[in-house]
Every structure is written in C-alpha cells, then in structure tokens.
C-alpha cells in the first residue's frame, strides 16, 4: 500500500532530520519507490552548486522549487505503483493540509508525523541559530507560532505520529 508521512511542525523541530533517517530516498525516477516533497532540499542543493546560501537563494528559487515538486508527485499519483511519499514542510494549518491531503487517491494510508515544540525552550532557539545561512526572520517565526494548530485525525489522516525531538529522541 502507498503512504504518504506529512509533516507538521514548526522550523527547527526535527521533521527533515526525521525523514532523512527514515527514508532511503532516491535522485532518480528510476525504480523509485520513496519520494520527498521538499522544497528546502532543492533550493539548498541550488544554492550549494551556485555559491550561495539558503537565505540568498529562497526569493529566487522557491517558486521553482515548489514547481519541481508538484510536477514529481503528479507523476507519481498517476501511476499505479507503490510509493512512501515524505512531505517535509511546516504544514502548520489545517487548511494547507487538508490542501495537500485532497491531491493523494484513496488507497493512499495518511500518517501526519508531528513534532510539538515548546517555544520557551531554549534548546529549539539554539537549534534554530545554529543554522546561519538560513535564517527565519523574527515577525515571520512569530506568526508561524501563532498560526500551527495541532493536527487531528479528522483532517483525514489514518494515524499522528507525535515525535519531540526535545524529550529523548536523538536528532544527530
């Protein structure tokens, strides 16, 4: 059966480091059987190999990176085949998942992987510093504070999966 982890947290939170030790995620489309929706992945790739960084590649790239994606798991929804999809965003609000949730066919198992933060803890604002090429800006971070609602299997999905990265689970 196909599956589809989506991912709900705020930035820092550990859902990209959790879906690199999950998944053996393929370059090609060849025998590909796992996916990543991310568009973090591509602009930082694009980045890399054009000698810039994160926070000076987003403005240009993530239109494209968004296109990138999309185009990947349109192909993939029309084939017939087995896949695990891996959507690594923040989708921090119940109608962007329920968004992205209606693109995925019915034999499809949904599971959101969710990573609560305390934002009083000092430890995520460490790890959120601790990457200086990309930075959030303080009004933008509050805001994504402001906006996550916890998600809820009524939004669709077979199962939430809660990982706090903050309380025992190794992020290395």
């Known amino acids: 059966m196909s599956k589809l982890y989506m991912m709900v947290g705020l930035p820092g939170s550990g859902k990209s480091t959790w879906v690199r030790q999950q998944a053996d995620i393929e370059s090609t489309f060849d025998n590909l059987t796992e996916f990543c929706y991310s568009t973090d992945n591509i602009i930082t ?33 029309k084939k017939s085949d087995t896949y695990t999809i891996y959507w690594d965003q923040t989708n921090l609000t119940r109608n962007t998942r329920r968004k992205k949730l209606n693109r995925f066919p019915g034999h499809y198992e949904k599971h959101c992987v969710y990573f609560p ?17 990309k ?23 077979d199962s939430i999966i809660n990982i706090n990265t903050f309380d025992g689970w190794d992020i290395k």
Request: proline share 7%; no cysteine.
């Open 45 to 77: 790739d694009l980045a890399e190999e054009y000698g810039m960084t994160y926070n000076q590649a987003f403005p240009m790239l993530i239109e494209f990176a968004t296109k990138v994606n999309d185009e990947y798991l349109f192909t993939l929804l």
């Open 135 to 157: 930075t959030i800006p303080e009004n933008v971070l509050n805001s994504m504070i402001a906006t996550l609602e916890v998600p809820t299997l009524d939004e669709g999905f």
């Open 117 to 133: 933060v305390d934002t009083n803890n000092p430890d995520w604002y460490t790890r959120l510093n601790g990457r200086p090429d």
